[in-house]
């Protein structure tokens, strides 16, 4: 069966500090990965998503970046860190067949103070 | 462009009774899905059901079922006979189109089941 990790699940980082959260995919292959980002409140904004390995389509503009190095693992970066990117990252991974649910890991609680 | 609106944002309801979610959506595309998550206080998102924009067929799974209506363009979400387990944010969700595999979010309606 399929199963999806991120790590780690909680993290407090500086304003201005480095940040790299991430994500692994397991039995299946060449899934569709996505990185959304729940503020406080709030609901569930889509970063950025991957369809293949070195492939990143961004939709927010921001200072985050994503990569995608192997075939399931997504990477979710930052090379200083606002106040503002405090929130849950969750990761998705798209399930097979063409309906198209995403199933979602377990999430990552960033603080930035 | 697409949107999702649930207008409740807290529901709260005592043991046993029945709550039904709204859930409106918004999208020029013909084909498109339908999905309903549950969070609990965990935070990890639990995907529910899902319906398809060609199927207006209502369904029932367990204590949970769902009303599609095309015409007013709502899919609401019900659960019968609340638990306690129950309680969490439930979000509404969007996949429009056959070749667009990103999901739109609501905003979330946090549902609390009091004993």
């Given at each position: 069966?399929q199963?999806i990790?991120?790590w780690?699940?909680?993290?407090v980082?500086?304003?201005?500090s480095p ?14 990965l996505?990185w ?8 569930l904004?889509?970063l950025f998503?991957s369809?293949g ?6 939709e927010?503009?921001?200072n ?20 503002s990117d ?5 990761c ?6 063409d309906?198209?649910?995403?199933f979602f ?9 | 462009?697409q ?9 709260s ?10 859930c409106?959506y918004?999208?020029r595309?013909?084909?498109?899905y339908l999905?309903?998550y549950k969070?609990p ?5 639990v995907f ?15 204590r949970y079922?769902?009303n ?5 363009s709502?899919?609401n979400f ?8 129950d ?8 996949r429009?189109g056959?070749?667009?595999y990103?999901l ?5 309606t ?6």
């Open positions: 069966s199963t990790h991120q780690p699940a909680t993290l980082q500086p304003v201005g940040l790299s959260l991430e994500c692994t995919v397991e039995g299946t292959s060449n899934p569709n996505y959304y980002r729940q503020a406080a409140g709030r609901g904004q889509l998503y369809v390995i070195g492939q990143i389509s961004s927010v503009p921001q985050l970046s994503a990569s995608r190095p192997q075939d399931r693992q997504f990477i979710l970066s930052s090379k200083k860190l606002l106040l405090s929130g849950f990252y969750l998705a991974w798209k399930g097979t067949g309906t198209g649910e995403l890991g377990e999430g990552s609680r960033l603080t930035v103070l | 462009a949107k999702v609106t649930q207008a409740q944002t807290e529901i309801v005592v043991e046993k009774e029945d709550v039904t979610l709204d409106v918004e999208t595309d013909t084909t498109y999905f309903w969070q206080p965990s935070g990890e998102l529910l059901i899902r319906r398809n924009s060609f199927d207006e067929q209502n369904e029932i799974s367990g079922s769902w599609f209506q095309k015409s007013t709502s899919f019900t659960i019968t006979a609340s638990q306690v387990v309680s969490a944010v439930y979000f509404c969700a969007l429009p056959p070749n667009d990103k739109s979010f609501g905003a979330g946090t549902v609390t089941v009091r004993a």
